[in-house]
């Protein structure tokens, strides 16, 4: 089947169908369990992943005691599963990149995407910062580490290894520099902005790239207008809105040092005597807005996760009607949404009924002016859904 030696993972008959057709996640009913007991794998080895008549799929790693306990890395036999891969796949990914940007500030790897499950890389200039979601790309971190040596010669490699994701493959959390040292100011730049992050401690790798695409659908849409960036983080909608033109941009945060650094870029940036930066929980915050008829011509709801997992769907549906609701009680006459979710178990189509719903409650009528999706450095695989996961809407709030 193969002449590299790894441990046989045999699949039940019928199970290898979704794999053929593109997926590389393998659960762990799927495994025929009499022919290679999952219990005598080591957790994050190599495997070869093989059909119930014994024709080999490809190579991947496995963690026998996650629900996903194998992910296929290479198709067929012929390569290994090594530092040599890996610096092929790092050069396929950056040349997709430098094709799309003319700065090297993006997301460089992006999971099952880019042929690398279980990792992602955001790239801001010569500094790099990787998150690792599962226990198989862990064990494969010396391999991986050379490569981006090799290929992409940073001036830092920063790894980020924290959030909820390593928990359900039991791996700590930690944030370590193994290649070059940090500099003071780590920069992200989009759309002709410099937005200094903390790579450290905010959040994921420091900024959100997937929303490049989207912010950018603002350009024509702000000039001379009033626009309110909920959730907004260091800031990226709000000062893409005033680079754009918008005559004054409100931002608000729970977090302290996001606003923080709201402040900070919109000082960067020269858009200080635009951009006000507020403190406080995005709910309470429009209830006030609403007490004291402020109104705003663009409101932006770019909230975390709120469906974080199936059992959440209810409960998530909910507050993302509410949050979209109470935004559009703010919003001027004829005004228009931005409203987005990252959650991956919060269809498209729910999220547009919920933010109908909502306006039909406000008696107003929802109008969808475009559909708004993960941006481009984040490519989505056909076959595997769950590359998928942004999506968002502009809209036109108008009265019934």
Request: hydrophobic share 40%.
């Amino acid at each position: 089947m193969t002449d590299i030696e790894y441990p046989a993972l045999f699949l039940k008959r019928g199970e290898e169908a979704r794999l053929k057709q593109g997926h590389s996640w393998v659960f762990s009913n799927e495994v025929d369990t009499k022919r290679s007991p999952l219990g005598e794998f080591e957790p994050g080895e190599r495997v070869a992943i093989i059909d119930a008549s014994e024709r080999l799929i490809g190579l991947g790693y496995i963690n026998p005691h996650a629900l996903i306990c194998a992910r296929l890395v290479v198709r067929g036999g012929e390569h290994g599963i090594d530092r040599s891969l890996f610096g092929h796949r790092l050069n396929v990914a950056l040349a997709l990149r430098d094709m799309q940007y003319a700065e090297p500030y993006y997301r460089l790897v992006f999971g099952e995407a880019d042929g690398m499950p279980g990792l992602v890389l955001d790239r801001f200039g010569s500094v790099y910062v990787g998150q690792i979601g599962t226990l198989g790309m862990e064990q494969l971190k010396p391999e991986l580490e050379a490569a981006i040596a090799k290929v992409l010669k940073p001036e830092a490699l920063v790894w980020k290894n924290q959030g909820s994701v390593r928990s359900l493959e039991q791996l700590p959390e930690y944030v370590e520099t193994p290649i070059g040292q940090l500099p003071e100011t780590v920069l992200a730049r989009e759309h002709g902005l410099d937005y200094a992050i903390d790579v450290e401690h905010g959040q994921k790798t420091g900024f959100f790239y997937d929303q490049r695409d989207n912010r950018a659908s603002m350009q024509r849409l702000v000039d001379g207008k009033r626009v309110l960036d909920l959730f907004s983080y260091v800031g990226a909608w709000g000062l893409a809105a005033a680079k754009f033109g918008a005559k004054e941009v409100v931002a608000v945060d729970a977090s302290d040092s996001a606003i923080s650094r709201v402040r900070a870029n919109a000082e960067r940036n020269g858009f200080a005597d635009r951009v006000r930066a507020e403190t406080a929980d995005v709910f309470d915050f429009l209830k006030h807005l609403r007490q004291e008829r402020e109104r705003f011509d663009l409101v932006i709801v770019d909230p975390p996760a709120f469906v974080k997992r199936k059992k959440d769907f209810a409960e998530g549906r909910q507050a993302y009607r509410r949050v979209n609701e109470m935004a559009m009680q703010v919003l001027g006459r004829d005004g228009l949404l931005v409203s987005c979710s990252c959650s991956h178990h919060m269809p498209y189509t729910e999220l547009l009924n919920q933010l109908n719903q909502g306006a039909r409650h406000l008696d107003r009528q929802a109008i969808l002016l475009k559909r708004l999706q993960q941006s481009a450095d984040h490519p989505v695989v056909p076959a595997i859904p769950e590359t998928e996961y942004l999506k968002g809407a502009l809209l036109r709030i108008l009265p019934s």
